[in-house]
């Protein structure tokens, strides 16, 4: 796998007024450069909306950041339906975490920075190292490489290192323990996957309050029937699942802050991430 904090570094170098063009795709997954493979390549870039992906971007890349949020969930014309907003106004100060269920992908990373970043600007989520290069949102986001096809994910070390430097600092982080996007559970709800205990861990580490928020829906049926078939089918999916919620009504709940005292009282992991879970989706009858 090609290492993401050199394509990081690389990007860096210029602005641009893109996401992915056909040559990074071709980077990233090597397969795409013979001959066939760029055939290939041509299909999956058009059925995947990349080009309208770009687009979309291109009209708010001179922002940053919150800024490049807004303005992007204003071009896509979304809405929401906040439930107790109230809380973020009176967030804990200095570090703390911000965990929430993963229902829709890339999306629910944007709308946590447009929740959280005009409150703490200094707000970084934990995310896949492929979203930087969303390169306006960089300044948000702490990138880990992913382990694809795995129910027990684990962050990598650069993740760790980054993210126990932006919290020591005073600084607050978002995760998704569940580590990729819900999927279609053998009880037939589209729910998270495990939450990992490397997150956890993480969060027992830190000492720090934490603020569960959950997002109501997910994404399409069609979108979860192609995860049963091939993940990376249904990766390929997800920028149209973004177009397809334009002018949607988003319902997000945010929790009361759970206080240091209150996690200290679950000493392991597995009692920890299941208090944790439960309290996130409680939300969801609020």
């Not at 687009?55 to 940053?64: D, E, F, G, V």
């Amino acid at each position: 796998m090609n290492n993401p904090n050199t394509d990081i570094q690389t990007l860096q170098k210029f602005k641009r007024k893109y996401v992915l063009n056909f040559e990074d795709l071709q980077y990233i997954i090597p397969a795409f450069r013979s001959k066939t493979g760029a055939m290939a390549l041509k299909l999956l870039y058009s059925l995947a909306k990349i080009e309208k992906v770009n687009q979309t971007y291109a009209n708010s890349c001179h922002l940053q950041g919150a800024q490049f949020v807004d303005s992007l969930l204003k071009d896509l014309k979304i809405k929401f339906e906040i439930k107790n907003e109230e809380i973020l106004n009176r967030l804990p100060k200095g570090a703390f975490v911000t965990v929430s269920n993963h229902p829709y992908g890339a999306l629910d990373g944007i709308l946590l920075i447009h929740l959280l970043a005009s409150h703490r600007p200094d707000y970084k989520v934990m995310v896949n190292w492929i979203l930087t290069y969303i390169e306006a949102m960089s300044v948000n986001f702490i990138a880990v490489e992913p382990t694809p096809n795995s129910e027990h994910r684990q962050i990598s070390m650069s993740g760790i290192r980054a993210s126990m430097k932006h919290v020591r600092e005073g600084h607050p982080i978002g995760f998704f323990p569940a580590g990729a996007v819900s999927k279609i559970r053998p009880n037939l709800r589209i729910e998270d996957r495990e939450w990992q205990p490397s997150v956890i861990r993480l969060i027992q580490q830190f000492k720090v309050p934490v603020v569960p928020i959950y997002f109501h829906g997910h994404n399409s049926l069609f979108y979860n029937l192609l995860g049963i078939i091939s993940w990376k089918l249904r990766t390929l999916r997800l920028p149209n699942e973004v177009f397809n919620k334009e002018h949607k009504i988003f319902k997000i709940t945010i929790g009361e802050p759970i206080p240091v005292s209150e996690l200290n009282k679950y000493k392991d992991l597995k009692s920890l991430g299941t208090y944790l879970k439960e309290q996130t989706y409680k939300l969801k009858k609020l």
